[in-house]
T-cell receptor, first 113, second 118 residues
Framework: KQEVTQIPAALSVPEGENLVLNCSFT??????LQWFRQDPGKGLTSLLL?????REQTSGRLNASLDKSSGRSTLYIAASQPGDSATYLC????????????FGQGTELSVKP | NAGVTQTPKFQVLKTGQSMTLQCAQD?????MSWYRQDPGMGLRLIHY???????DQGEVPNGYNVSRSTTEDFPLRLLSAAPSQTSVYFC?????????????????FGEGSRLTVL
């Protein structure tokens, strides 16, 4: 059974710091991996999608990498800002389970001014 | 494009009442799904659909019904609400990755429907 784990559960950093959020999954048979951002009381906003054949994706100050063989993905945030404060979730789409997406529990990020 | 639209945004029910959460998308996505989000439990899949007329159960389907008569709409029905169904419900959609040579499968979420069952 595919399981997704995100460590740490919470992270607090000063503004301007570069940071890395981690996501690990137990089964490498995935179709893609997606990173989301969720603000309090809001829905999930898609940040980056990495297909299983890709190694990384970049969008602005965000860079996500994927290493299927080790079951790991990282989300790198450069020059963090207070507006980056949110919960970040990763989710994998297993290649053998139809349309299901398996989510991690998320990392709650707080960027202090 | 409105994206994924959920209604209502807030609802309070009494135990035993029934209701339908509406979800509509205007992106011509084949795949639609319903999740519930609870503190400490994360996001859990309730039901999903890979196209009109096709639905399947997710991780926590009990107490919920779905149907998919059109590509655009995917309503979630609570037949007899229970306090354990108090949660935030999210609808999400994407292009189906089953389409040969198809599109990416990126999942888009609605803003959520907050349901309280007393």
């Amino acid at each position: 059974k595919q399981e997704v784990t995100q460590i740490p559960a919470a992270l607090s950093v000063p503004e301007g710091e570069n940071l890395v959020l981690n996501c690990s999954f137990t089964d490498s048979a995935i179709y893609n991996l997606q990173w989301f951002r969720q603000d309090p009381g809001k829905g999930l906003t898609s940040l980056l999608l990495i297909q299983s054949s890709q190694r990384e994706q970049t969008s602005g100050r965000l860079n996500a990498s994927l290493d299927k063989s080790s079951g790991r993905s990282t989300l790198y945030i450069a020059a963090s800002q207070p507006g980056d404060s949110a919960t970040y979730l990763c989710a994998v789409r297993p290649s053998n389970q139809g349309g299901k997406l398996i989510f991690g529990q998320g990392t709650e990020l707080s960027v202090k001014p | 494009n409105a994206g994924v639209t959920q209604t209502p945004k807030f609802q309070v029910l009494k135990t035993g009442q029934s209701m339908t959460l509406q979800c509509a998308q205007d992106m011509n996505h084949e795949y639609m799904s319903w999740y519930r989000q609870d503190p400490g439990m994360g996001l859990r899949l309730i039901h999903y659909s890979v196209g009109a007329g096709i639905t399947d159960q997710g991780e926590v389907p009990n107490g919920y019904n779905v149907s998919r008569s059109t590509t655009e709409d995917f309503p979630l029905r609570l037949l007899s609400a229970a306090p354990s169904q108090t949660s935030v419900y999210f609808c999400a959609s994407s292009y189906s990755f089953f389409v040969p040579g198809g599109r990416t499968g990126e999942l888009f979420f609605g803003e959520g429907s907050r349901l309280t069952v007393l």
